[in-house]
């Protein structure tokens, strides 16, 4: 009976690993332009080098990722950035 908990234990440990993993590759993708959903399934199929993937990933020009920072949301809005490269391109 121990052999069978461990064993539980390990496999919840390692299920908690691979969704965060698709969680972190989600957010990274978002952030750096390219849409959520490219993001998790990187995250889902490779589990945490999918992460790592899109820690390495160059982000869009106009993306959250180059205008914000990784996490903040200080700095200008990604419309805002447009708005200012339409008018210059003008």
């Known amino acids: 009976m121990i052999l ?6 390990k496999a919840l440990y390692l299920l908690y690993a691979w969704l965060g993993s698709a969680i972190v590759a989600s957010y990274l993708s978002n952030r750096k332009g ?12 490779l589990s945490a080098i999918g992460a790592l993937i899109w820690l390495l990933w160059p982000a869009r020009p106009d993306s959250r990722w180059k205008l914000q920072g990784p996490f903040g949301s200080g700095g ?7 708005a ?3 008018a210059e391109g003008e």
């Open 34 to 45: 390219y849409g959520e959903k490219i993001g998790l399934a990187f995250g889902l199929i």
């Open 84 to 86: 200012e490269r339409d």
């Open 4 to 9: 069978f908990a461990t064993l539980g234990a």
């Open 76 to 82: 200008k809005t990604v419309a805002e950035a447009r």
